[in-house]
């Protein structure tokens, strides 16, 4: 008897497994406030150069400006240049005596803004780009992006730490620690005094909060059956969507960095308390030998799903039976990812799906601008979108199975990319609806990719598995607010940097095998007995076994 038969008579879904989902729905609302609030918290106003001396009730403030500031090509005023000296314009009564002694230059000097910036607060009080002394706008704009490299940096690594940790001491314990650290850590970004602290404490909580990308899916993926892991994964992801539509209302409520930083880390505090009612994961326990406190878990289980349950087939000693066939005599390691044929194919294949899914996704997550709507307005589409998203991910995962579903929610983004370089800056109403489809995409690929990959590995390596995906992932995520600078290399460059990895990974995705019904791997040596359907006949064989 294997864990399977277990959980099926104790319960593979019900009341145990839906109170699990809740419980771990504050980390999936987490996350989205975090990992795209550099969309507030580094937005970047309106801004030019500060002038003193400028009149309080001057008339002709356009006039003014114009002869202290010089224009761009598009011919908006300079936001990062001064004249050396003020101009005298051709049409003013002083500039046409000037004009006619030739004391007009054809191109006066310009110099940067040594006296700092002026920044329009209609829309936001307070970002980190506007903060006294710290002003990240023109020459310092590359450290503005850098702050959301370095907290998917953060993310990367954590993601290794959690990964190797939650396989070998245990998924509840380390999420405790994720939601202390988050707490901590986030308390201490919104006190920060410099750039400098800020930097490091937004890379630590990366790191922190790469704990809940990490642990909360097998956690709530090892209590549940073959039949309901889809439409419990679908169910468990839309928690991110309203992660998202919340950050819209949160940001337009809260104008200020610090205390938009502060109302999306106390909600941590409630999380720890919740742990309580948290189960570790039966699976995980009986692998490591812990047969008791799995048997007490299984039992709990039984008793919330109203099961009976035989007491010869759920004793201590039948279960120590299955944790004998269960149990790992050697930790896991990430090399262990890389020892046999198809778990090195199913890794190297995963870490390409991954990257492109989090380059791209994060590429249009955090341009918000060139829509023709505010960055509310934006982020409140954006989120409400990926509603009907997750829907097409049930559906398709189920009938036309995942592989199938990652790849093209993955071509769906790298098209959105590319009919996006077609249309032109002024078609602003062709460019917001592409953008939303490419978003739609996005998000379903990345649904689709966590349930992927948690159906790919093994229990023993599941932890493993995932925090090297995410680990590449999270890579991605850092390098696509740089990808975003090469707009001075060429203005097109970013969408086709964005669509051309997507593209890649799509075609990447359908060299994995097909997890559609399949029972979870418990082993090693289960990875490796499976072979990958090799035509749409046999993918189609478990839909005569089992109806999802």
């Known amino acids: 008897m294997g864990f399977e038969e277990l959980l099926e008579q104790v319960g593979g879904f019900g009341p145990f497994q839906l109170r699990n989902v809740a419980l771990l729905a504050l980390p999936r609302v987490l996350l989205p406030l975090h990992f795209l609030l550099p969309i507030f918290l580094a937005a970047v106003p309106a801004h030019r150069c500060a002038l003193p001396g400028a009149p309080a009730n001057f008339s002709h403030q356009d006039v003014w400006l114009e002869a202290h500031l010089p224009r761009e090509p598009d011919g908006t005023l300079s936001s990062c240049l001064r004249f050396a000296y003020p101009q005298a314009l051709p049409n003013t009564t002083l500039g046409e005596e000037r004009q006619s002694r030739g004391e007009l230059e054809d191109e006066p000097a310009t110099v940067p803004c040594s006296q700092g910036w002026e920044y329009d607060r209609s829309e936001f009080s307070s970002t980190i780009a506007t903060e006294s002394q710290w002003d990240l706008v023109c020459e310092q704009k590359g450290l503005n992006r850098a702050a959301s490299t370095f907290f998917f940096a953060g993310v990367l690594v954590g993601a290794v730490a959690f990964g190797y940790l939650s396989d070998r001491f245990g998924r509840r314990r380390l999420l405790l620690v994720a939601y202390v650290s988050t707490l901590v850590l986030g308390l201490a970004s919104a006190a920060s005094v410099s750039y400098v602290m800020f930097a490091i404490t937004r890379t630590l909580t990366g790191s922190a909060l790469a704990g809940f990308t990490i642990i909360v899916m097998p956690l709530e993926?090892?209590?549940?059956?073959?039949?309901?892991?889809?439409?419990?994964?679908?169910?468990?992801?839309?928690?991110?969507?309203?992660?998202?539509?919340?950050?819209?209302?949160?940001?337009?409520?809260?104008?200020?960095?610090?205390?938009?930083?502060?109302?999306?880390?106390?909600?941590?505090?409630?999380?720890?308390?919740?742990?309580?009612?948290?189960?570790?994961?039966?699976?995980?326990?009986?692998?490591?030998?812990?047969?008791?406190?799995?048997?007490?878990?299984?039992?709990?289980?039984?008793?919330?799903?109203?099961?009976?349950?035989?007491?010869?087939?759920?004793?201590?000693?039948?279960?120590?039976?299955?944790?004998?066939?269960?149990?790992?005599?050697?930790?896991?390691?990430?090399?262990?990812?890389?020892?046999?044929?198809?778990?090195?194919?199913?890794?190297?294949?995963?870490?390409?799906?991954?990257?492109?899914?989090?380059?791209?996704?994060?590429?249009?997550?955090?341009?918000?601008?060139?829509?023709?709507?505010?960055?509310?307005?934006?982020?409140?589409?954006?989120?409400?979108?990926?509603?009907?998203?997750?829907?097409?991910?049930?559906?398709?995962?189920?009938?036309?199975?995942?592989?199938?579903?990652?790849?093209?929610?993955?071509?769906?983004?790298?098209?959105?990319?590319?009919?996006?370089?077609?249309?032109?800056?002024?078609?602003?109403?062709?460019?917001?609806?592409?953008?939303?489809?490419?978003?739609?995409?996005?998000?379903?690929?990345?649904?689709?990719?966590?349930?992927?990959?948690?159906?790919?590995?093994?229990?023993?390596l599941r932890q493993t598995g995932m925090g090297l995906t995410a680990l590449v992932g999270r890579l991605g995520g850092s390098l696509a607010p740089l990808a975003a600078l090469l707009d001075g290399v060429w203005l097109s460059l970013p969408k086709l940097t964005y669509g051309g990895i997507a593209l890649l990974a799509a075609g990447t995705a359908l060299l994995l095998p097909e997890t559609r019904q399949a029972q979870l791997p418990e082993t090693i040596q289960d990875v490796e007995r499976k072979s990958a359907p090799t035509s749409l006949q046999e993918e189609e064989m478990p839909m005569k076994q089992v109806q999802n």
């Open 221 to 460: 993926l090892e209590w549940l059956d073959v039949e309901h892991r889809t439409v419990a994964g679908v169910l468990s992801s839309t928690f991110w969507t309203g992660g998202m539509m919340l950050l819209a209302l949160v940001g337009y409520l809260i104008r200020d960095w610090r205390w938009l930083l502060l109302a999306v880390t106390l909600p941590c505090a409630p999380g720890i308390l919740s742990l309580w009612w948290v189960p570790e994961s039966a699976r995980w326990l009986l692998t490591q030998g812990h047969v008791k406190e799995a048997h007490r878990y299984l039992l709990h289980c039984a008793r919330l799903n109203g099961r009976p349950v035989c007491e010869d087939s759920l004793s201590q000693e039948a279960v120590s039976k299955v944790a004998a066939g269960e149990r790992v005599v050697r930790r896991p390691s990430y090399l262990d990812l890389f020892r046999t044929p198809r778990l090195r194919h199913i890794s190297l294949c995963c870490v390409v799906v991954w990257f492109g899914v989090n380059f791209s996704y994060y590429g249009l997550s955090l341009d918000v601008s060139g829509l023709g709507l505010n960055v509310y307005q934006t982020q409140l589409l954006f989120g409400a979108v990926e509603l009907p998203s997750k829907l097409l991910v049930y559906l398709s995962v189920r009938y036309a199975g995942r592989r199938l579903t990652q790849a093209g929610t993955l071509l769906g983004t790298a098209l959105a990319f590319g009919t996006r370089l077609l249309v032109s800056s002024d078609m602003k109403s062709w460019s917001t609806v592409l953008a939303v489809m490419g978003k739609a995409f996005s998000e379903a690929a990345f649904t689709t990719a966590y349930l992927f990959t948690s159906e790919l590995y093994p229990t023993v």
